[in-house]
């Protein structure tokens, strides 16, 4: 195993991040032994002392530090470059080393990893994950320092992505990625077998959005992903961000805005439910070699002809691939109502129901969802929901 982390002017941070790393112990508060895995600090373009100060902690640390420094192209210094180059690093050195069948995992340098991320990786990627996402959350005196509205509105965030990651995993579960679960993927914790890293081409060369793109590559190639609630990370809540329109970027604006947008994926209840049962309904009839059975295509609002073009292009492309180009050739579910801080109360509590309704039918089934009209289904089993 190698943590690939990309450092850009993190002077001040990185010796918080690798005394995280090296004080990795098991689920029964064992250290890991020595040499457990490898660190690799990719040092790219930096002007202070991030590479001195992450080769002096070498000697102390339990398992190594390898401190590659280098100077990216103006057109590629940005965050997800710097990833990529990291995470390609750890896998040539993997490669070189004879481990074909090793990990590479990645956090950020202003981030601070649970101290069982390792173990409890390792365990997802035994249990048949091929990628783990970890669960991200902001270091809490930092984020205590933003003040009460800023807190709050996080609060009712992520009140409704749990809700919503619910819902996906009632109406559409799958056994490799089971609830509890979230529906975030970020650079913070990632973890990936080499082979799948490989299989892909490595992480997708972009600016930003690289670690999400990367999950969704994994899962168009058939990879399973795993969103762990057990694999966990602290990050900073900085504006400074090294990353333009990144996190930080987006957290500033948040702050300064308290009604700036919510993140696209987050979509009203019904809407998502409605999603949610078609994306599990057709994984089904896919499963009983049904999908020719194009009942589904008037929930989804897809002509005969149209349902019966995407099920011949499904020969050729995965399931995930499959579904996005359903979602992209249905006005139904390739609208997209943008969610303000100040909609999530009612949001929330219309995922309740939601949630109450599809908890009385714990197993789904390919005629649960031919019976239900999709797109009032909530509104059908709990009419308060109205």
Request: aromatic share 4%; charged share 25%.
């Amino acid at each position: 195993m190698i943590v690939a982390v990309p450092a850009n002017n993190e002077a001040e941070r990185i010796e918080t991040c690798l005394a995280a790393l090296a004080a990795q112990r098991d689920r029964h508060g064992r250290p890991l032994p020595n040499g457990s895995f490898e660190i690799l600090i990719f040092a790219n373009n930096c002007s202070d002392g991030t590479a001195d100060i992450a080769a002096a902690m070498s000697p102390v640390s339990a398992h190594p530090i390898t401190v590659v420094s280098e100077t990216l192209a103006a057109e590629n210094a940005n965050a997800g470059w710097a990833r990529k180059r990291a995470m390609d690093l750890a896998a040539n050195r993997l490669l070189d080393a004879g481990n074909p069948d090793g990990l590479i995992l990645t956090t950020d340098a202003d981030s601070v990893v649970g101290p069982t991320w390792i173990d409890a990786t390792r365990q997802a990627i035994a249990e048949g994950a091929d990628c783990v996402a970890g669960y991200i959350d902001a270091q809490p005196a930092e984020i205590m320092r933003l003040g009460s509205a800023f807190i709050q509105r996080g609060r009712l965030e992520d009140l409704y992505l749990s809700a919503v990651a619910e819902i996906y995993a009632l109406c559409d579960p799958r056994p490799h990625d089971p609830w509890p679960n979230h529906r975030v993927s970020s650079g913070a914790s990632l973890a990936v077998r080499l082979d799948a890293y490989l299989s892909i081409g490595g992480l997708p060369p972009k600016p930003v959005g690289e670690d999400a793109a990367l999950t969704a590559a994994l899962e168009k190639a058939g990879f399973r992903v795993r969103h762990s609630m057990d694999v966990c990370v602290s990050t900073s809540c900085r504006f400074d961000g090294r990353a333009k329109g990144g996190a930080a970027d987006t957290m500033r604006l948040r702050h300064d805005v308290l009604e700036t947008p919510c993140d696209d994926d987050l979509e009203p209840a019904l809407a998502a439910v409605r999603r949610a049962l078609l994306k599990g309904w057709l994984r089904r009839l896919e499963d009983g070699g049904n999908l020719g059975n194009l009942a589904w295509a008037r929930k989804a609002g897809l002509s005969a002809a149209d349902a019966e073009l995407l099920v011949k292009r499904r020969l050729h492309v995965g399931f995930e691939e499959f579904w996005l180009q359903a979602v992209d050739a249905s006005p139904k579910l390739r609208s997209r109502c943008v969610l303000r801080p100040s909609d999530l109360p009612h949001q929330i509590r219309r995922a309740s129901m939601c949630l109450r309704a599809l908890r009385k039918t714990p197993t789904l089934t390919p005629a649960t969802y031919d019976r239900v009209d999709i797109a009032d289904y909530a509104i059908l089993l709990e009419p308060a929901a109205a």
